[in-house]
């Protein structure tokens, strides 16, 4: 088959990675790509989120299914647009997609389903007095989530009940985040570990993915800024069987077949951002309608079944069908990111990558050609996933790996998997 493929970021070299490997695919193509996965298909000059721009390429190419990697296009209703249009896509319908395109949407839902997840308050601006009165009868720390999408920096996690006050107020008059902050979802502050948990489902049936941990903060010992993810690792060795026999039976079940009682239609992958409690409990703290990036690197290569055949299942009303096949081995991602990242960074920097192996693979996120040369083009430029016996192994030689990356102010969080060494 003929496969479009959505996005330019390390998750989205990670797919095409793993869909070339599927002997269903005749020709990938990639709107737009980036320098490290045009190799494995066509890249097109087209963004994810122009509809009929890519409605073009579908019939140009003779695209006979469509792959969405980013949030954006499945907000903005990309699936509902190529359904009216008899094509397959693997992603949900727009309706669905508010589960990550609205907090208070997600939270709502979680409230009728019974799914365990933090208490909440929804403030805008005509209850944010009310919103204030909450915050002085809330024990800190305060959590401040823009409701709609913030690519990934809408949520303020605040010590203070001055500052959380004063933020609520910036974040809903001020627009601190435009429209995303119209509407603030107040939450309960949850303690634990957490661990992600990827569930394929075509709205009916579902196949659990393998789980991993992804490392936020940019500073080692996780300090800093929040950013896209320094790195992850598959399967956190906390994550007990016990303990996914409780999230199936909590959260995936009621999940899926809340979906399907609603009328929300979905054929795609549903992340779900769980927080293990010290007594055990898990609660959700957030759904995202898409692969998670970076644990798409680190998840994807531990699947040894025809990963195409998954996604075109799932699309396709036939997971049922599907036998998915989990490697026994771990994997560690480490992410090589630009001096200055997550704020102000330099482009266009020369980079120099290893030669490729076996056991490592390089994924590019922020990358492009300038001429012959290869070049940075964001702040997270590449990672390095690399898998072993165990995390120890797969983590010594992802590390081993990113220190060969080369350009100028080149930096990763050398500890990542530090509390599983």
Known sequence: MNVLLLGSGGREHALARSFSLSPRLDKLFLAPGNAGSHSLGESLDCPPTDFEGLAQVVEQKKIDFICVGPEQPLVSGVYDFFDKRNVPVFGPSQAAAQLEGSKGFAKAFMSRRNIPTASYMEVTADNLEEGMRHLEHTKGPYVLKADGLAAGKGVLILDDLDEAKTCLRKMI???????SSARVVIEEFLTGIEFSVFVLTDGKDYKILPTAKDYKRVGEGDTGLNTGGMGAVSPPPFVSKEIMVQVERSVIQPTINGLH???????????IG??????????????????????????????????????WSAATGNLKNYHLAID??????????????????AKGLPLTLPPLSNDAFIYHAGTKRDGDALVTNGGRVVSVTALGDDLKASLTRAKEVAGQVQFDGAFYRADIGYEFN
């Open 274 to 311: 769980v927080i293990l409690s010290e007594a055990g409990d898990v609660h959700v703290i957030e759904y995202n309608c898409r692969f998670g990036d970076p644990e798409t690197q680190v998840v994807l290569p531990r699947i040894t079944s025809d990963v195409l055949e998954a996604c």
């Open 261 to 271: 009682k609603e009328g929300l239609v979905y054929h795609g992958v549903l992340y």
């Open 173 to 179: 008059v001020e627009q601190q985040f435009g429209q």
């Open 328 to 345: 026994t081995q771990c994997a560690s991602t480490v992410v090589i990111a630009s001096k200055g990242y997550p704020k102000a960074y």
